[in-house]
């Protein structure tokens, strides 16, 4: 089993065996539909999205491309960001702003009927919540919150608390970890990609398409030497002496671990001492190579 080469080395066969488009989704299809769509434009054999986005809903969509869809878990450790229409059943209350500010903390829910998910109570973090614009009876929220929030009941629960009632109308997403909205890719921007690059010039696609360790950015790095890099590879654990560097993370934090060229080896869970002679410092999780 072979390592793979650095990020910068890679040829166009291998970027797209493992890559990762920042997709600006569209609103009509589901977020499955795309990630099909990509998959198939690419001609590679999976593709996966970071995280579910209804069919009406727009934004930030990161497509996963052959094997990085093995990194798929590393999007439900990061936070997640919104912008949406807040449409109010009444005239908005003079306590609008206290009122949603109060919603900026740990809150209950329960997931909607038609979720995937089991609807057992469970607790989400609001990070920010913040009012960008009121017009008639719409408000425009930009939300910040943990993987897994549903904005949708959320906006339903602020409108109860307001004494108006309330849905939620339109919904973009702006971010998710460690990706956002300030280099969105279209669909049609990675089809032309596609076209120059059969006609030989790479350099559009290579602008669409990152290697997969773009998504493991906001994760701690372990950097392994080669020769223990090669065994991980195998399905050994990541032992003390193989480790190089280790960025400051709490145990059980989930870790990236990379060669000294910055290509991605696996993700697993520090457990152990990186300056420690021996033992085991990082537990597998999803060997990359």
Known sequence: MALRDPPSDRSLDELLSFGVVN???????????????VRDLADVDRAAHAG??????TGCL????????????????GSKEYVAVLELHGP???????????FETEIYQKPPRKSAVSRRLRTREIYDLDVLERRDRQVLLRIRCESGTYVRKLCHDLGLALGTGGHMGHLRRTATDPFDDTDLVTLHDFVDALAFAEEGDEEPLREVVAPAERALTHLPR???????????????????????????ADEGALVACF??????????????????DAGEVVSLERVLV
């Open 23 to 37: 997709l600006d989704k569209p609103p009509g299809p589901s977020a499955h539909q795309v990630a099909g769509w």
């Open 52 to 57: 579910t986005l209804d069919p009406k809903v």
């Open 62 to 77: 990161p497509v996963l491309l052959g094997d990085a869809t093995r990194l798929a878990q590393v999007f439900l450790e």
């Open 92 to 102: 908005p209350p003079d306590d609008l702003e206290a009122t949603v500010a109060e």
């Open 222 to 248: 372990v950097v392994v030497a080669e020769s223990a890099a090669e065994q991980i590879a195998h399905g050994a654990p990541v032992y003390a002496p193989g480790v190089l560097d280790v960025d400051d």
């Open 259 to 276: 060669t000294p060229d910055d290509a991605a080896v696996c993700l697993g869970r520090l457990v152990g001492d990186p300056d420690a």
